[in-house]
């Protein structure tokens, strides 16, 4: 799987947009890029993923650059709740394989 | 639909004694993954099940510790004769089969060795 880079901290005013990077230049072909969040002490949460497309759902927005080298996770509204550790993580579609989490990012929404 | 259950939540043992850790996929999930955080540390894959057997166990130490999924019941990580450095959360997750691209994660067992 790619490796991927992200900033180790970020902050975010409450109501704000949340803008993540995540540099991933080594990405392949067939692989996804997807976005997990750990708040604290909880168990990690599934946010979204996508292949080359822009991708929305209820939670977040996610998008990819056309090379695919880096994409940008968005909050549109964040909130204190969304303070967490959030992982990119780059890997290949289609297959049952663990996933493998760097140290991600850790932002915090102030009030 | 209940999510992924883990069980118990806090765990405590002392060295030397054995520790199970219980994890209930989510309905219709045949695939289980453990995963190992340490404090202050990134999550670990551990070891990835199907039912009945082990498909990659790459992430497990290579003594006192095992997991199986069977064919009726919770996947079980076992740690035997625990130290210290086992202290942890355990997490587990599970999703429904290859070609599904997320995983569902439990809440976790802190097991503290004492």
């Known amino acids: 799987d790619a490796k991927t880079t992200q900033p180790p901290s970020m902050d975010c005013a409450e109501g704000r947009a949340a803008n993540l990077p995540c540099n991933h230049s080594t990405i392949s072909g067939n692989e996804y890029v997807y976005w997990y969040r750990q708040i604290h002490s909880q168990g990690p949460q599934y946010i979204i993923h996508?292949?080359?497309n822009n991708e929305t759902n209820e939670m977040a927005s996610l998008i990819i650059t056309e090379d695919r080298k880096s994409s940008t996770l968005i909050l549109p509204h964040a909130t204190l709740r969304d303070t967490a550790v959030y992982y990119c993580i780059v890997r290949v579609a289609g297959s049952a394989r663990q996933l493998t989490f760097g140290s991600g990012t850790q932002l915090t929404v102030l009030p | 639909n209940a999510g992924v259950m883990q069980n118990p939540r806090h765990l405590v043992r002392r060295r030397g004694q054995e520790a199970r850790l219980r994890c209930s996929p989510m309905?219709?999930?045949?695939?289980v993954y453990w995963y190992r955080q340490l404090p202050e540390e990134g999550l670990k894959f551990m070891v990835y099940l199907q039912k009945e057997n082990i498909i990659d166990e790459s992430g497990m130490p290579k003594e006192r510790f095992s997991a199986e999924f069977p064919k009726e019941g919770p996947s079980i990580l076992r740690i035997q004769q625990v130290v210290r450095g086992d202290s942890a959360a355990y997490f587990c997750?599970?999703?429904?089969?290859?070609?599904?691209?997320?995983?569902?994660f439990g809440p976790g067992t802190r097991l503290t060795v004492t």
């Open positions: 996508g292949l080359k």
């Open positions: 309905k219709g999930h045949s695939h």
């Open positions: 997750a599970s999703s429904p089969g290859a070609g599904s691209e997320e995983q569902y």
